[in-house]
């Protein structure tokens, strides 16, 4: 997934990123979200044990939070996607996406030898964590002008995590349906985004849902 604006700045994280983690090594953490998602095996820099905590609360606490009419536009896509997935989780990319998913000739050693010790299908994706965290589509000038440090902290932790799950379902939509265009992709992402984080604040916040809508929409968002 591309952001719409690419940011130079990230290239060299992302480059540093990849050095440390050759350096450094990488970890493995084991995601069961429920039934109605794959089990995600996320990989990621041993360092930055963050990565992987932050992803796993995405999918095993945002996603139940959200209601079926959200998620309802991703139903056919998770029920065609390899029932494990191999998430690689870096800082950023240094071509600056968001995520990408990977085909199968571009699989690393780890998904290769799973498949072969399983004999199942196993997906592979990568998640830029930290770029999906700097990535900021919404305005919070509203809360921030509140005066409402707690309001905002949270309001940006919930924006974090449907983001990175908006990415997630964006690379595994890639994945289920590899002829899907990306405009139409994206668009599904996009709406996405917007009725989670909606719904999410209208839970947290009791913000009126339209409200919500309102706070989203005003600023183009991703990419
Ligand atoms: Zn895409």
Excluded at 37 to 43: D, E, F, G, Q, R
Excluded at 48 to 74: C, H, I, M, Q
Excluded at 137 to 164: I, K, M, Q, T, Y
């Amino acid at each position: 997934m591309k952001r719409r604006s690419q940011r130079r700045r990230v290239q060299t994280p992302g480059l540093l990123s990849r050095m440390v983690g050759a350096v450094c090594g990488r970890a493995q953490r084991l995601i069961t979200a429920g039934p109605s998602l794959p089990l995600v095996l996320a990989t990621y820099p041993r360092q930055n044990s963050w990565l992987a905590v932050e992803f796993s609360n995405s999918l095993r606490f945002t996603f139940p939070a959200l209601t079926d009419d959200v998620k309802r536009g991703y139903r056919d896509a998770l029920a065609r996607v390899p029932s494990v997935i191999v998430a690689e989780l870096r800082l950023a990319n240094v071509c600056s996406c968001l995520g990408h998913h990977h085909p199968e000739v571009t699989h690393s050693p780890l998904t290769k030898s799973l498949q072969a010790d399983t004999g199942g299908a196993i997906g592979e994706i990568d998640l830029a964590v930290r770029s999906i965290r700097e990535w900021n589509p919404l305005p919070l000038a509203g809360l921030a002008a509140a005066g409402n440090e707690r309001l905002r902290d949270s309001f940006e932790e919930v924006r974090f995590h449907a983001a990175l799950l908006t990415v997630f379902l964006h690379e595994l939509e890639h994945m289920a349906y590899p002829e899907r265009p990306e405009d139409e992709i994206r668009r599904r992402s996009n709406r996405f985004f917007v009725d989670a984080v909606g719904e999410l604040l209208g839970v947290q916040f009791g913000l009126a849902s339209e409200r919500s809508a309102q706070l989203l929409v005003e600023q183009p968002h991703f990419a």
